[in-house]
């Protein structure tokens, strides 16, 4: 169970895919207009993620190493289209906002690189749970973006006007100069995070060093 829960850590924190590892910048940068957007694309991601992460599992051992990118693109994209159709179906207003970018989730590199690096070498559940961390680390980097750029930009919150600010945003954070503005404003605050939490975790370790060989020098003292 630490093991998964570990697992669930690093896809949303400390290995997050769009924040840490920089992938999927250009469905990054293109949906993160509005949150409904970001929300939509990420759980469409989460869930290719996890179908393909699943079934590359499963057939890991029998795809040949000479053709597995191409098996893992063909697997991705049935999934994909999958999703593409049950979008198109239910959530039609959001299929035409994402527009093109969910068809280009077949060629999304935090898929095809949780596939190589994971799917392909791991058993079905950890995979599983794989792809759940890294659904979920992309969804929640897509949301915070889209969080600011939509504040900002558009004087809104989920479609709601921000009363006082709405009738005179900045919109520049909707253009596309915007989205990295952000990103990269959203990237600095959590490197400077992850560079405190390492900073402290280190002079943790110092500060035990330090005791423990303090400890030693007294017993040496006392015996002596």
Known sequence: MNKYVKQL???????????????????????????SNAIGMGLAATVVLI?????????????????????????????????????????????????????????NCIILARAEAFASKNKPLPSIVDGVAMGLGFTFALCVLAFVRELLGAGTVFGFAIPGYSENPMVIFVLPAGAFITLGIVIAVVQKIRNAVADKAHLKAVEETRKSVSKAENREEASV
């Open 9 to 35: 850590k690093e896809g949303l924190l400390d290995n997050n895919p769009t924040l840490v590892q920089l992938l999927g910048m250009c469905p990054t940068l293109a949906t993160t207009t509005s949150i």
């Open 51 to 107: 179908c393909s992460n699943l079934f590359i599992s499963l057939l890991r051992k029998f795809i040949p190493k000479q053709v597995r990118i191409a098996a893992y693109i063909v697997i991705v994209s049935g999934f994909v289209t999958a999703v593409e159709l049950l979008m198109r179906a239910y959530f039609y207003s959001l299929y035409q906002s994402l527009g093109l970018f969910i068809p280009l989730i077949v060629v």
